[in-house]
């Protein structure tokens, strides 16, 4: 998180539109959920900035964490 949050201060952004314009730079398909009108334009607000080659590289290099164990299909 810590790459992350050095990224959203540098260009001014929250996490989750660094995450957002990672994930649209490498093609990779994304449907983000947003609970508020708030959200939903924040969401949409990632495409006047690009992350350079070398950041989407960083990026590309963050070790999986996170995973809550629960199964999706057994909840």
Wanted: charged fraction near 25%.
């Amino acid at each position: 998180m810590i790459r992350i949050s050095k990224l959203a201060q540098k260009y001014g952004r929250s996490p989750a539109q660094i995450l957002l314009n990672y994930l649209i730079q490498r093609g990779i398909p994304v449907i983000p959920k947003a609970s508020s009108k708030e959200r939903m334009l924040e969401n949409m607000d990632i495409f006047d900035f690009a992350l350079s080659e070398e950041e989407v590289s960083y990026l590309s290099c963050v070790p999986e964490t996170g995973w809550s164990g629960e199964h999706p299909d057994y909840l």
